[in-house]
């Protein structure tokens, strides 16, 4: 059974920093892509950052500079360093694992990954 548990939400303020972790049973990060993945209310699920299993990563244009996507593969553990946070990037984040390997243009579509968490809420105050 494949469990993947956010962790490291909260309240910052606007400039503030945050760091999400993403632990995973059941499944091996060295064998696929995993990403993380954002929504607010009323508004659709958007990729954030995304790592394939070869290293490559990607990032949405709007956190591009500010956000940066790692993880360990010794303890199964994935990463999302969030800086210079913004209000609009209030939301709820969720991980997600996917197939070993995608096109780098797909690493941020939701509907290419298998396996979800529960997600973190994330909230910037101005």
């Known amino acids: 059974q494949v469990q993947l548990v956010e962790s490291g939400g909260g309240s910052v303020q606007a400039g503030g920093s945050l760091r999400l972790s993403c632990a995973a049973s059941?499944?091996?990060?060295?064998?696929?892509?995993m990403g993380w993945f954002r929504q607010a209310p009323g508004k659709e699920r958007e990729g954030v950052a995304a790592?394939?299993?070869?290293?490559?990563?990607t990032y949405a244009d709007i956190v591009k500079g500010r956000f940066t996507i790692s993880k360990d593969n010794a303890i199964n553990t994935l990463y999302l360093q969030m800086n210079s946070l913004k209000p609009e990037d209030t939301a709820m984040y969720y991980c997600?694992?996917?197939?070993?390997?995608?096109?780098?243009?797909?690493?941020?579509?939701?509907?290419?990954?298998?396996?979800w968490g529960q997600g973190t809420q994330v909230t910037v105050s101005s």
């Open positions: 997600a694992a996917g197939p070993r390997w995608l096109f780098r243009q797909s690493l941020l579509s939701a509907g290419k990954y298998d396996y």
């Open positions: 059941g499944y091996t990060y060295s064998s696929g892509c």
């Open positions: 790592i394939r299993s070869d290293g490559t990563t």
